[in-house]
Each structure stands twice: as structure tokens, then as C-alpha cells.
Nanobody, 123 residues
Framework: VQLQASGGGLVQAGGSLRLSCAAS????????MGWFRQAPGKEREFVAA????????YYADSVKGRFTIFRDNAKNTVYLQMNSLKPEDTAVYYC?????????????????WGQGTQVTVSS
């Protein structure tokens, strides 16, 4: 599986962005998909994950209520809608795919990673 993330950019605090992650391959619907982020000088951290059909989701406490993860299996794409953005959301955002049957925040569970897309939130 190859993953291509896009949609990052510069936005003011309180604004919104939608990230997309397009996957190659025919088995996209059998992967749990996740979004992670890494700010300068910090470790990569979990943001959100979604199950095969989109019925199960899991969010980091820091983004709960502001971010929404969803997927379109017909388009082999997972999205991250980010609202009410804060300067502390500034990071490189990565999408990832895990060949598991449960949503997980566990970094090591993810087998494939996209290249990352920069999100910068100005105050």
C-alpha cells in the first residue's frame, strides 16, 4: 500500500483544513487508517484512527470534538477534517495504514506511512 497525503497549509487560529490521504492498491477497505502528527522537537503522536467501514473511530483527547476522521472506500481515501485549529496543532501530519481488525493509537501497529503534509496554524 502506498499512501499520499495532501491538504496541508497555513491557516489562522480558529480556521479549518481538510487533509486527504489517497491509497494505492485494491485492499484499502481491509486496513485501519490513522493520522499521526509530529511537531518540531517532539515525538510523533496519534491523532485519530478509523475502522474498515468507518463505523469505528478513535481520537486523541487533544483533538476530540474538533477533528473528524472519515473514509471513502470507493475512492481509497481517508480524510481528516480539522476545525477550530490552534497553534499547538502545528505539525507535519502523516497518514498510516494498519492491517489489523481494531482501531488503534499504537504506533507500531501501522505498517504503511505516507510522506506527511505540513499544517501551520498562526496565532
Amino acid at each position: 500500500v502506498q499512501l499520499q497525503a495532501s491538504g496541508g497549509g497555513l491557516v489562522q487560529a480558529g480556521g479549518s483544513l481538510r487533509l486527504s490521504c489517497a491509497a494505492s492498491g485494491r485492499s484499502f477497505s481491509t486496513y485501519v487508517m490513522g493520522w499521526f502528527r509530529q511537531a518540531p522537537g517532539k515525538e510523533r503522536e496519534f491523532v485519530a484512527a478509523i475502522g474498515w467501514s468507518g463505523g469505528s473511530t478513535y481520537y486523541a483527547d487533544s483533538v476530540k470534538g474538533r477533528f473528524t476522521i472519515f473514509r471513502d472506500n470507493a475512492k481509497n481515501t481517508v480524510y481528516l477534517q480539522m476545525n477550530s485549529l490552534k497553534p499547538e496543532d502545528t505539525a507535519v501530519y502523516y497518514c498510516a495504514a494498519a492491517k489489523v481488525s481494531y482501531v488503534t493509537a499504537y504506533f507500531q501497529a501501522y505498517d504503511y506511512w505516507g510522506q506527511g503534509t505540513q499544517v501551520t496554524v498562526s496565532s
